[in-house]
């Protein structure tokens, strides 16, 4: 352990302490301040105050609370992503009949969706591979997965890390809509960003 | 249904409607063997009789006439045109049955030897020749009336075409019930009669690519429900099943070798290649078959085991190829139109049933592998899933009607036209058994 770790873990263990002490009349703060590690300097050892922790939407600590005054994290660094969230929202890439190469349109998707996972590298990422009812089933197994496969090298150049991704083939198995028309065929071929 | 009034009363019957299904009793699947076939020969099966004092325990000679009928090849005579009788051990009149357009005529005889237990001696007589071509006394019991009577037909129909009958054999498909959002796969077995009918396997996950053991008692299948492919063995008659292949990836494809040692099964091992490898069931271990950039699927072993057939797209589009069962170089096999895949080898020893594209059309062909020629068997549009029975001479099939998978029936040498079999459900990928 290094100097500031143990400055942090001392300082944990005091809050830790103190919420303690408050818990006989103050219950219901107890479960929100546990379980986070803020980076509290060691001043604050001796102040019996709780900082509440505010969260960005993907979990990431912005600040705290005390007093009812907000405390900017200085380490806080808004995500890319948040930009984009429109690009984030497109999780289904379509297919042409019995190809696999990604489509020009999809460029953009899968660089925010590869800067999302960049930013939370705790996330995980399935990429479910289909394939439409035209022809044997075995083979459009081999279909969606060969798709699947397309988006997972794309990713990769992106800087994802292979660790993060898995994929899957449902080939014919999981249509995403009913129907023997060419707009439902064209639904069906596709791969979907399963976030895990 | 039409007349259910209360609402109640609905939901009542939807909530039952699962276990329904499971029992299928409802809904029969009959299998026609084929279409009909114009020079189907004229035959009365006259009903067999019965030495004892209590009623007929059971009409075999319905059973062997539907049998005869359903495979196109027989034009059974009504019961009421039977106007020759009794049949009661007298002198065969040939010329009355002649003249009452019978070719063949069979009758039989049966008698109680104990609680349950019954011998039976069935005749049958060509008319034609006017000689005796078959005596034949099988004992019989209660418990197996039905595939005893199948038995027989079986025996008629090898005398009279010289190939073996499949009529005690089974077919095996995947029906899928409940809605759109919420689908139950159900692996099920039936005689080829659409009897006995049995669900073996259900998931909420898909099932996919049922294949028989070489002895008939187990099958392999493809399931997701661990959430990715996994291909199972079960035992038919214990029903316990245990998991051969559940790498990363694609597990798939499996296909039974003629000996029932090793398991032909396509695996992606995490690159999202597929191949096809040869698993030894023993030891669960696999070797790689083939190796190709593209995608190497659906294997089928050739009837002496040396060879697997599979369909690869190395050349763009799916063909079939042939390699041998320790890999190498793959030949390929069909070469008409651009798209052929999925084969199924017949025992005629030249033919594969394949999923033919033509113009745009997925139907079912014949491809020979000896000289390439192709045979177009179906004229649907999503036509899928062949398998050859066991005998060679039909072709069973998925394809869709009304938005819903359907099985189909057609001769293998294309002289019928497809047989369409009353929906039960969403069914698909049928497999017909081996002999038992």
């Known amino acids: ?196 | 249904m039409k007349t259910t009034k209360s609402n109640v009363f609905k939901i009542v019957l939807l909530s039952f409607a699962f276990s329904l299904v499971s029992s299928l009793s409802a809904a029969k699947l009959i299998i026609p063997v084929s279409g009909s076939v114009d020079d189907a020969t004229p035959v009365a099966v006259l009903p067999f009789e019965y030495v004892g004092t209590s009623s007929a325990p059971y009409d075999f000679s319905e059973v062997i006439e539907a049998d005869l009928q359903s495979s196109g090849e027989f034009d059974p005579m009504s019961r009421a045109d039977m106007v020759v009788k009794p049949n009661d051990g007298a002198i065969f009149n040939y010329g009355d049955w002649r003249l009452l357009g019978a070719d063949v005529v069979i009758t039989g005889k049966y008698f109680e030897t104990s609680s349950g237990q019954y011998n039976l001696v069935m005749d049958v007589f060509d008319t034609v020749r006017t000689k005796k071509i078959i005596t034949y006394s099988l004992p019989v019991n209660s418990q197996n009336l039905r595939a005893s009577a199948h038995h027989l037909s079986d025996v008629i129909y090898e005398k009279l075409t010289g190939i073996k009958g499949i009529f005690s054999t089974r077919v095996v498909y995947i029906n899928v019930v409940g809605g759109f959002n919420n689908k139950t796969y159900e692996l099920i077995v039936s005689d080829v009669d659409g009897e006995n009918q049995a669900v073996v396997a259900r998931s909420r996950a898909p099932l996919m690519s049922p294949a028989w053991s070489p002895d008939g008692r187990q099958l392999a299948y493809v399931s997701f429900e661990s959430d990715n492919s996994e291909i199972f063995v079960q035992d038919l008659s214990t029903g316990s099943r245990r998991s051969v292949s559940n790498k990363d990836g694609v597990n798939s494809s499996p296909a039974f070798s003629p000996d029932g040692k090793s398991l032909a099964v396509t695996l992606s091992r995490g690159t999202g290649n597929l191949d096809v490898y040869v698993m030894d069931l023993a030891s669960g271990r696999v070797k790689r078959i083939t190796d190709s950039r593209a995608i190497d699927t659906e294997a089928n072993w050739s009837e002496d085991g040396q060879s697997i057939f599979f369909t690869s797209d190395r050349a763009g589009q799916p063909q079939i190829y042939k390699v041998s069962k320790n890999g190498g170089t793959a030949k390929r096999v069909s070469f008409v139109g651009k798209y052929n895949a999925r084969p199924r080898v017949s025992v005629d020893g030249k033919n594969l049933a394949v999923v033919h594209v033509d113009e745009g059309a997925y139907q079912i062909a014949m491809v020979n592998y000896k000289n390439g020629q192709i045979l177009s068997l179906t004229d649907g549009s999503l036509d899928e899933a062949p398998s050859v029975s066991p005998n060679g001479r039909i072709v069973i099939y998925a394809t869709t009607r009304d938005g819903k998978g359907v099985l189909a029936t057609v001769a293998a040498d294309g002289r019928s036209k497809p047989t369409y079999l009353p929906a039960v459900g969403d069914v698909r990928e049928p497999a017909w058994s081996p002999f038992r």
């Open chain 1, 1 to 196: 352990m290094n100097q500031s770790t143990i400055k942090k873990f001392l300082s944990n263990l005091t809050l830790i302490t103190a919420v303690l002490a408050l818990s006989a009349c103050q219950s219901t703060v107890v479960e929100e301040t546990v379980e986070v590690e803020t980076e509290v300097e060691t001043e604050v050892e001796t102040i019996a105050v709780v900082d509440v922790p505010v969260l960005d939407e993907f979990g990431n600590v912005t600040g705290w609370m005390r007093d009812g005054t907000f405390i900017r994290n200085p380490d806080y660094v808004e995500p890319v992503v948040q930009t984009a969230p429109d690009l984030l929202s497109q999780t289904i890439l379509y297919f042409d009949f019995d190809q696999s190469g990604i489509k020009d349109q999809y460029r953009d998707v899968l660089a925010a969706h590869a800067a999302y996972l960049a930013s939370n590298p705790g996330l995980s990422l399935r990429l479910e591979g289909h394939a439409d009812e035209r022809g044997s089933r075995e083979y459009n197994i081999g279909l969606g997965e060969r798709r699947a496969q397309a988006v997972k090298r794309a990713l990769l150049l992106n800087g994802v890390s292979t660790a993060n991704l898995k994929t899957i083939s449902f080939g014919e198995e999981k249509p995403r809509v009913q129907g023997t028309s060419e707009s439902s065929w064209a639904e069906n071929r596709r791969v979907e960003l399963v976030y895990r």
